[in-house]
């Protein structure tokens, strides 16, 4: 069935650094990614919708500055967190949906996600 | 985006049945119902998905009432392996809203022994 990939799987990181975390399709071609936030005891938080050749869309509050986003082929993403600091600290969780028609309907496979820890 | 609510929380013991509602009062025509399982420090995995009537495959059901406006999830003979936080997610069927879903609080399912 479709995986998900994400590298790496946590990282930790020195205040005012950047750093870059990929989603991976593996067994599939994705036009659109998602990428989520989830921070301790809370449900997941969308922060944008990636775009295969395009520029990624944004969720209301989610600074497209700080959190850049590629898309550059159907089954690579990338997350930029730029200049993080502790309050980006959290575990950052990509998505992908199969081309439509393969299963129908709104099923997403999920990464394993990335745990962020901004000292 | 259609809403969902669902219980903040639920016990259950091993070997039993367990059913979780979700209401979405205001889905769409076109949007599908998923169940997602996420355990901590996982990302969310699928579980069904349904759009009307019953869905059953190998780990579940899903119970979805004529007006939609709900759906349970049920978890046959549970264990202690199916502790986890539930979610329940409304989206468009062919992608018109790019497949865009909103997570709400999820169900956190604590299985006792």
């Known amino acids: 069935g479709a995986v998900v990939s994400q590298h790496p799987s946590r990282v930790i990181c020195k205040s005012g650094t950047s750093v870059k975390i990929e989603c991976r399709s593996l067994?599939?071609?994705?036009?659109?990614m998602f990428w989520y936030r989830q921070f301790p005891k809370q449900s997941l938080m969308l922060m944008a919708t990636?775009?295969?050749?395009?520029?990624?869309?944004?969720e209301q509050g989610v600074e497209k500055d700080k959190f850049l986003i590629n898309h550059a082929s159907l089954t690579l993403s990338t997350l930029t967190v730029t200049s993080a600091h502790p309050e980006d600290s959290s575990f950052y969780i990509c998505?992908?949906?199969?081309?439509?028609?393969?299963?129908?309907?709104?099923?997403?496979?999920f990464g394993p996600g990335t745990r962020l820890t901004v000292l | 985006l259609a809403k969902t609510t669902q219980p903040i929380s639920m016990d259950s013991y091993e070997g039993q049945e367990v059913n979780i509602t979700c209401s979405h009062n205001?889905?769409?025509?076109?949007?599908?119902i998923t169940w997602y399982q996420q355990f901590p420090s996982q990302g969310p995995r699928f579980i069904i998905q349904?759009?009307?009537t019953k869905v059953t495959n190998e780990v579940a059901s899903l119970f979805i009432p004529a007006d939609r406006k709900s759906s349970t999830l049920s978890l046959p003979r549970v264990s202690l392996s199916d502790t986890a936080v539930y979610y329940c997610?409304?989206?468009?069927?062919?992608?018109?809203?790019?497949?865009?879903?909103?997570f709400g609080d999820g169900t956190t399912l604590t299985v006792k022994p």
């Open positions: 998505s992908a949906r199969p081309p439509s028609g393969r299963k129908g309907g709104n099923e997403q496979f």
């Open positions: 067994d599939f071609q994705a036009t659109t």
């Open positions: 990636s775009n295969e050749g395009s520029k990624a869309t944004y």
């Open positions: 205001n889905i769409a025509t076109n949007d599908y």
């Open positions: 349904g759009y009307k």
């Open positions: 997610l409304v989206g468009d069927k062919d992608g018109t809203n790019a497949g865009k879903s909103t």
